[in-house]
């Protein structure tokens, strides 16, 4: 069975410190005790630890030996148009899952109305999910969420492969629009640019082609908001190495 994997607030000298509500959650909740092993990371590196002791509201590790980094095989950058928060939040775990590297928010001429400003307000539960999500998936880095952005703004985003999800008729599929893979490497950035309930407008879209980004489509079925992201998501990760 796979160690479960903290995010800690501090390693230094072999020892790394787990403060607030995840050492609670820690203590109280898994029960675990001192000398139980767990991995830890510090947002750059991860390591296999062992608890030294508890104190309150933290937990004190030393660590054992250095694990291999998890890494991806392409920077992927999800631009997302901001739809119901429920849904969106559901988005936001699978992507992190998925091994995306940062995450913006979107807004767009179909969004609902409201929704940007109340986006700005469940940042602090957004990153919580992107937190546990991280731990579950054993990630090394947390995915970074960014603030939300204009439609206009989010086309400024630079990328090796930029690709706007449509669901519009003539789209390329998704994987005849990735480079070649003889070309690719793993410092590249694949962003993806994915839509609201309803769609693109043509303004949008007609923006985006100007702007250089590819339309691509997932097939002939009209998928949800969350369902093509997810989808597109999983398919670049496999399809780049």
Same mark, same amino acid.
């Given at each position: ?79 997302a148009a ?23 928010? @979107? +807004? /767009?001429?179909?969004?609902?109305k409201g929704?940007?400003?109340? =986006? $700005?307000? !469940? #940042? &602090? ?47 390329t599929p ?14 590249? @950035? +694949? /962003? ?9 407008? =043509? $303004?949008? !879209? #007609? &923006? ?34």
């Amino acid at each position: 069975m796979a160690r479960r994997r903290f995010f800690v607030q501090e390693v230094r000298g072999g020892e790394a410190v787990l403060r607030g509500e995840t050492a609670d959650h820690l203590r109280r909740v898994l029960r675990a005790s001192v000398g139980q092993r767990f991995e830890i990371s510090d947002n750059r590196s991860a390591w296999l630890a062992e608890i030294e002791s508890f104190g309150k509201q933290e937990v004190r590790f030393r660590t054992l030996e250095p694990l291999a980094a998890v890494t991806m095989p392409v920077r992927l950058v999800l631009l997302a148009a901001l739809f119901k928060f429920d849904r969106f939040e559901w988005m936001l775990e699978k992507a992190t899952e998925l091994g995306v590297e940062a995450i913006v928010p @979107v +807004a /767009c001429e179909r969004s609902e109305k409201g929704l940007e400003q109340a =986006a $700005a307000r !469940r #940042a &602090a539960r957004w990153r919580k999910i992107l937190l546990e999500s991280s731990q579950q998936a054993r990630r090394t880095v947390l995915p970074a969420l960014e603030d939300g952005v204009s439609f206009q703004a989010a086309l400024r985003r630079p990328g090796r492969c930029r690709l706007l999800l449509d669901e519009a008729p003539g789209g390329t599929p998704l994987l005849a629009a990735i480079p070649a893979a003889e070309t690719r490497s793993p410092s590249d @950035v +694949a /962003c993806l640019l994915t839509g609201p309930e309803g769609g693109w407008t =043509a $303004a949008e !879209r #007609a &923006a985006a082609i100007e702007a250089g980004w590819a339309p691509v489509s997932l097939g002939p079925l009209i998928l949800r908001a969350e369902t093509a992201a997810i989808a597109a998501l999983a398919a670049l990760s496999m399809a780049w190495p």
